[in-house]
């Protein structure tokens, strides 16, 4: 529900909250996927977003960004071009996977301030 509920508040298709271990990323709760459940981490967005010192890791153009361009997530479906994930925390400090939206349209824009506010609660 909660996915499905932050792809209404951000007019997106695609709506994540992952867990990432060593060699994949799988879907705890999925909007705009289908049947897909998991990917391999190599190709996972979510694992830049744990790594990042931001609190809100944001791509506004997949084919802007030398990390993503050649992404078979973005080459192929689901297509993406803009990608939001805000780390999911461990209350021993673990980043252990994150609550993400999805579009297959830039944003070149990014997120406002008060969608960032948003994402980060929702998170929460």
Known sequence: RITALASR???IPIC??????????WFMS??????????????????HA???ESDVFIVPETFDDPRFINNG???GPPFIRFYAGVPL???EGY????????DSKPRPQGLSLNE???LRELAD
């Open 9 to 11: 508040i951000f007019d």
């Open 89 to 91: 925390t461990s209350p």
């Open 116 to 118: 960032k506010q948003n």
């Open 30 to 47: 999925a909007t705009g996927l289908g049947d897909v459940r998991e990917t391999s981490r190599e190709v996972s967005f979510c694992s």
């Open 16 to 25: 994540l909250v992952s867990l990432v271990d060593i060699g994949r990323q």
């Open 50 to 52: 744990i790594l990042s």
């Open 73 to 75: 997530l973005v080459t």
């Open 95 to 102: 980043k252990l996977g994150t609550f993400c939206i999805i």
